[in-house]
Every structure is written in structure tokens, then in C-alpha cells.
């Protein structure tokens, strides 16, 4: 323990919206557990302040912060919130996201609506969030922001038909992260991005045993992740581990992304 000690993050979309361990709630319990104080953003002010509430319960530092972070100006409230609670930024993680939902979404089939609902919720949400915290990542000294995506970005594919709009949202994560990372990195603030596979969270368990099944089918490993794995990674890419890693696009994902055909 203590591998963030001194340090402050911010994790956007940390409470899950159903019963559960969700990636961003991970990210923020195993941040707080190494020493980190954190910010948690979320839309609903309950959730955030339940998890909390936890994380304080364990003898560890987070605090609630309501805000819709595709808004401007929930944005630059959420800066000034952690600069005059803490003091600085050192980490942020953009866990903020959302899939189209109602089934397949090809190409022919992706509408307006749905194509501007998941590009300000994917993408247009990291790049705000991002843009108030490099000047306080910068003031600190430098830092990492941590952008989630998904193997849809690389691979086009969930587990099912239709992600045209929700892939081609992981793929810009891809393209925003490489450029943060290229524009700052002579100022000591890293940029990095996981990449999630198959992995076992409360939103994916509404979907049913047959869906879940033939995602854990799809990986090389044929098990299922967690959110836990997922924050592990978010732990070490925000970790003076990982100080010479910038631009990384980090796959969490049992194989999937790097291995096309295993035995079995």
C-alpha cells in the first residue's frame, strides 16, 4: 500500500449505477486504499456520497462531487472543487461512458440522437475534463490522466452486432489519448488509456447469462474480468511506477485484442 501517497485523482463516473463493483468504482476504492485522496464524480450525488462513505469506512479519503461532466460548466466547477478542497491534481481518470443500447446500431441503422448522445458522453466528456486538468496537473508539478476504452475501439466488435457509433467513439478515446500524451509530455503529464475486454460488471449483468456467456467464449483465456483488474492498471498508470509510460493503450482483456485464434 501506498503507491499514491500524496496524491489526489479525480475518478468521473466512479459510483455504477446498479448493485455492484463497477470499473470507475474499483478505480476509486484501490486509489483511495494506496493513498490517494479522491474526487468522486458522478451525476447523482447519492451515489457518489454512498461510495464515499465507504471508502471512508475503510480509514480512507474520497469526497462526493455532483456533476454532469459534458457540461461546461459542471466541468470547471468540478476543477475548482478539487483545487480548493486539496489543493492540486495529480490524477484523473475518465470513466465516464455509455453504449448505445436498444440492440444493433450498424451504420444504416445509428441516428442522430444516438450519435450525438455518445459523442459528447464518450469522447466530448474526456476532452473537457482533460482540458481543466492539465493546468492543475501542470501547477503540481505534472501528472497522468487515464482514458477508458474499449477493445470496440480496435477491434469493432462487443460481443454483438451493431457498434458502429460506440466503436467509433473507443476510437477517438485512442486518437485523444495519443495527442494529450504527444502535447504534454515534456511537462511530466503522461496520458494513457485502457482498453477493456470481456469484463464482469453490473450493467453487463442485466444483459443475462447467454450474453455473458458468449463474451467469456470470445476471450483467449475464456474467463471473464473484473472491475478489480480494470483498477489495478488504473493504479499502476497512475503510479511513479509508471513514469516513463505515456501513450499506452493498454489492453485488460484476457488476450482478446493481441490473440485472433488460440487452441482449445
Known amino acids: 500500500m501506498g503507491r499514491l501517497d500524496g496524491k489526489v485523482a479525480i475518478v468521473t463516473g466512479a459510483a455504477p449505477r446498479e448493485e455492484g463493483i463497477g470499473n470507475g468504482t474499483a478505480m476509486a476504492i484501490l486509489m483511495a486504499r494506496e493513498g490517494a ?5 458522478n451525476r447523482s450525488a447519492k451515489r457518489a456520497e454512498a461510495l464515499a ?20 460548466d459542471d466541468v470547471a466547477a468540478m476543477a475548482a472543487e478539487v483545487r480548493a478542497r ?13 453504449g448505445a443500447g436498444g440492440g444493433a446500431n450498424r451504420v444504416e441503422d445509428v441516428t442522430d440522437e444516438t450519435w450525438d448522445r455518445l459523442v459528447n458522453i464518450n469522447i466530448t466528456s474526456a476532452m473537457k475534463c482533460s ?11 505534472g501528472g497522468a490522466i487515464i482514458n477508458v476504452s474499449s477493445v470496440a475501439g480496435a477491434l469493432g466488435l462487443t460481443g454483438g452486432p451493431g457498434a458502429a457509433a460506440y466503436a467509433s467513439m473507443k476510437a477517438a478515446t485512442h486518437g485523444l489519448t495519443l495527442s494529450t500524451a504527444a ?20 450493467l453487463v449483468a442485466k444483459n443475462g447469462e447467454e450474453y455473458r456467456q458468449r463474451r467469456i467464449e470470445m476471450v483467449p483465456m475464456q474467463t471473464e474480468g473484473t472491475g478489480w483488474d ?3 492498471a488504473a493504479v499502476y498508470l497512475a503510479s511513479d511506477e509508471a513514469r516513463w509510460v505515456t501513450g499506452l493503450m493498454l489492453p485488460v482483456d484476457g488476450g482478446l485484442s493481441a490473440l485472433r485464434a488460440w487452441p482449445r
Request: with cysteine; aromatic share 6%.
Open 230 to 232: 480494470v483498477g489495478w
Open 131 to 141: 482540458r481543466v486538468a492539465v493546468p492543475l496537473m501542470r501547477a503540481s508539478g
Open 53 to 72: 462513505a465507504r471508502i471512508g469506512a475503510e480509514g480512507f479519503e474520497a469526497s462526493a462531487f455532483a456533476a454532469d461532466v459534458t457540461s461546461t
Open 37 to 41: 485522496k479522491v474526487l468522486l464524480v
Open 183 to 202: 502535447d504534454y509530455a515534456t511537462e511530466g503529464i503522461r496520458c494513457n488509456c485502457i482498453v477493456i475486454g470481456s469484463v464482469s460488471t453490473p
Open 86 to 98: 486539496y489543493g492540486r491534481l495529480d490524477i484523473l481518470c475518465n470513466k465516464v461512458g455509455a
